[in-house]
């Protein structure tokens, strides 16, 4: 009887303790099914947002004679007077040309907004009036419009300005400013967008970020696409707003410009010969002129694939006339460097083809009729569609705006120079010490 009455109480304990757990069970994990989903959002890490802030720009204030004087010296000259009145406050207005960044990006900076840290406001940097708070230093010389001035003579036939001398006024100003020996240039911003502009002075400013268009000019020690930027040139001809497909687009290649070039440019005389005689292949020889670009607009309209064989540099406005027509660029130039590589891949966009093979009578034409279906031309200009903006130099979010990301992203990397430099024992070798990336060459007889 007493082990009875005590076993009545235990099972019924038992039962009580089995039933709180199969209670607690069911709350905790009501669809035993779903146990692995539950588990794995339970344990799923939380999203970390990281908000950059801009990276602080300062603009010097250069002596007038290096940005607002030399468009007043090519006013000058193209017209043999001044750009302003005596005491007159408007500003003179820069002489629009393919070399436009050096432009736009100065009149970026200029805005007055730029001296507002927003963030999400679009741009990657800000502009301070406070050297102290910067992160970079930006250097407002107009180099590529110098350098045209330069090449534009007197009535007589005499040389009237001297870009040599402008280059070295320059750097002699500079070297003097504390911020620039505080870390031997390393932070400083460069526009030398045309290939032979700053080249008198290039090896005492070589250790700035440059923007320029290409390493063609450049040894190995000056320029790089590490510390760099590469920047599109501002097209010529008016941006194609039409749609996509080929319909309209009754020739097969289109190309108008100077057939006779230096260096890498003879290619173009040799494609001349191959092309010319081509019933569906527009390919004339031109000069820069209204009438020109009116042709070269009309033609790259209505045509499917644009060449764009090499100059006396591997690069040029040409390329970036064909993007913003949706006319797919046939690359000719082993050497060629490109902008925004980042965001944009331009196997998309254009097909490269390596000078020995584009050279082989009837290769082109051929492998453009036979190879490259209208289906595929279609895919070519809606990915130009989407990325055309970012040739655009008067885009808010534009070619200015991928600029000043690209810089922007440099500045790790000037951080790590400088400290670098600082801790480094000198050394003197017999070749220069290239410490980068170089320039790339066309390995594959076609990419697309």
């Keep these: 009887m007493g082990r009875k009455s005590i076993l009545k109480p235990v099972l019924t ?167 620039w020996k505080r870390n031997n240039g390393w932070d400083h911003i460069f526009v030398c967008e045309d290939p032979s502009a700053l080249n008198k002075v290039v090896d005492r400013i070589k250790n700035g970020i440059l923007l320029v268009s290409d390493f063609w000019r450049l040894r190995q020690d000056q320029g790089s696409l590490v510390k760099d930027v590469i920047l599109p040139y501002s097209h010529r001809i008016r941006t194609f707003d039409g749609e996509v497909g080929v319909e309209s687009r009754k020739s097969l290649i289109f190309f108008m410009g100077n057939r006779y070039r230096k260096e890498g440019g003879k290619i173009r005389d040799m494609l001349f010969q191959i092309l010319e005689k081509e019933d569906d292949v527009i390919i004339k020889h031109g000069v820069q002129s209204i009438e020109s670009r009116r042709i070269a607009s009309q033609g790259m309209h209505t045509s499917k694939f644009c060449l764009h064989p090499a100059g006396d540099t591997p690069s040029a406005c040409r390329l970036f006339d064909a993007i913003v027509s949706l006319c797919i660029p046939i690359i000719v130039s082993d050497y060629i460097e490109l902008p925004f590589e980042d965001i944009i891949n331009y196997r998309k966009i254009a097909i490269f083809v390596d000078t020995n093979t584009a050279l082989k009578p009837g290769f082109l034409v051929n492998f453009l009729r036979n190879e490259v279906s209208s289906e595929r031309i279609v895919e070519f200009q809606k990915e130009m569609k989407k990325v055309k903006h970012y040739f655009e130099y008067d885009d808010p979010n534009g070619t200015v705006n991928q600029i000043w990301r690209q810089v922007s992203q440099k500045l790790p990397l000037i951080k790590q120079m400088i400290h670098r430099e600082r801790r480094r024992i000198k050394k003197y070798l017999a070749e220069p010490d290239c410490s980068c990336l170089c320039s790339n060459h066309t390995e594959a007889v076609i990419n697309m």
């Design 13 to 179: 304990a038992l039962l009580f303790i089995v039933a709180c757990y199969a209670s607690f069970n069911a709350f905790y994990y009501p669809n035993p099914g779903n146990l692995d989903s539950t588990l794995s959002m339970k344990n799923k890490p939380k999203k970390i947002i990281i908000i950059k802030s801009p990276v602080k720009v300062y603009m010097y204030d250069l002596p007038r004679r290096f940005t607002y004087g030399v468009i007043e010296s090519y006013s000058a000259v193209r017209h043999q007077g001044p750009v302003n009145v005596h005491g007159s406050s408007a500003l003179p207005k820069y002489p629009g040309n393919q070399y436009s960044a050096e432009w736009y990006l100065f009149a970026d900076l200029k805005r007055p907004d730029r001296f507002v840290s927003v963030h999400g406001s679009g741009s990657p940097i800000e502009r301070v009036l406070d050297p102290e708070k910067a992160d970079l230093f930006y250097v407002p010389f107009f180099s590529s419009l110098s350098l045209v001035v330069n090449q534009i003579k007197s009535g007589s036939g005499h040389a009237v300005y001297s870009d040599e001398e402008t280059q070295e006024g320059l750097v002699e100003w500079l070297e003097k400013q504390v911020y």
